[in-house]
């Protein structure tokens, strides 16, 4: 599969089979996050991986209550410490978070699994459950298993309605 076809097959899923995920598969993804770049190769990126369904029944409840939350077989927490804003004025641990979701969120559709990125979460609530240190930032969350249903990605937008061309709205 070429990263062009796991953008393609991505999408959120919120409805997951009964099927643990391969050691070997959570390794490939886990893998992603690891190479991801970071800003100054800081490389402060961490991720928790949940698979104990307590934890993700907990989860559940700071998750705004979503049943895939806890459905999913794996639940990943990306997390980094000493934030600070970059030069542009957004969050270096933010940004550098986002980039290791997304390479984690694209080698699972090459491994045929699927995710959904969880940003309406309780953050107090979850650092709770899950023990995160204060000094680290909670930047998302994201399910991750077997899709349990075939749905098709939503239609996009065209690359001619979002693209601007030396200036903003240009052609």
Known sequence: MTVQEAIQKRRSVRNYQEKP????????????AALAPTACNEQ??????????????????????FPFVE?????????????????CGQSSKTVDCSIAMS????????????????????????REILAVPEDYVIVALS????????KAAP????????VSCNRFGEA
Not at 44 to 65: E, F, H, Q, W, Y
Not at 143 to 150: A, E, M, S
Request: aromatic share 4%.
């Open 21 to 32: 995920v391969e050691p070997e598969k959570l390794r490939a993804v886990l893998e992603a």
């Open 155 to 162: 239609a996009k937008k065209t690359v001619e309605e979002i």
């Open 103 to 126: 390479f984690m969120h694209l080698a699972a559709v090459e491994q045929g699994l699927q995710c959904c990125w969880l940003g309406a979460f309780d953050a107090p609530a979850v």
């Open 71 to 87: 459905q999913a077989p794996v639940v990943l927490a990306v997390i980094a410490d000493h934030d600070r804003l970059m030069q």
């Open 44 to 65: 402060r990126v961490r991720v928790i991986v949940v698979t104990d369904p307590a934890v993700r029944k907990a989860l559940r409840g700071a998750c705004s209550n």
């Open 143 to 150: 399910t991750l298993g077997y899709p349990g249903d075939d």
